[in-house]
């Protein structure tokens, strides 16, 4: 990935790099996909909670989300979150790096998932870890370097 980040960040051994037709394609993926969540969840608060949330902002839908009981909702607004946050380091010039240690997102993990925020390592060594079965934190061994 060498799209207008700091290269000391990067691996020389990468053999996947980031064009710019694929930060476009990813940056338009992602933009759609935030509209279709805001839309989802604003419809969803006001037709199961009586939230009517048409002028808030995406901050504030995203609060709002996380005042209902854990389901589909929470699940939408956790999405929306990550979804912002990722066209967010687009702006700033730092999609594709890891939120934790600043290295690297393999190309394949962002293709797959656009909004991903932590390359492997950092996934796998999270303090918590989140059961997708239950949506509960549980704590998790950290692993030393």
């Known amino acids: 990935m060498q799209i207008g980040h700091d290269k000391s960040h990067f691996s020389q051994s990468s053999e996947l790099t980031m064009d710019t037709t694929t930060l476009a394609q990813l940056g338009r993926e992602l933009s759609r996909e935030r509209t279709e969540l805001v839309a989802t969840l604003t419809t969803r608060l006001r037709e199961d909670w009586d939230k009517h949330c048409e002028k ?36 700033l010039e730092i999609y594709g790096l890891c939120a934790d240690c600043e290295s690297e997102i ?5 293709m797959e ?7 492997p390592q950092c996934r796998a ?3 918590y870890h989140h059961d997708p ?7 998790g061994a950290r692993k030393t370097v």
Do not use: F
């Open 56 to 91: 808030l902002t995406i901050s504030d839908l995203i609060k709002e989300s996380q005042g209902v009981p854990p389901g589909a909702i929470r699940c939408l607004g956790e999405r929306l979150e990550k979804v912002d946050a990722a066209l967010c380091a687009m702006d």
């Open 113 to 119: 998932d656009a909004a991903e925020q932590r390359c």
């Open 125 to 127: 060594s999270n303090y």
């Open 133 to 139: 079965a239950t949506r509960r934190t549980t704590a």
């Open 106 to 110: 393999p190309l394949d993990d962002l």
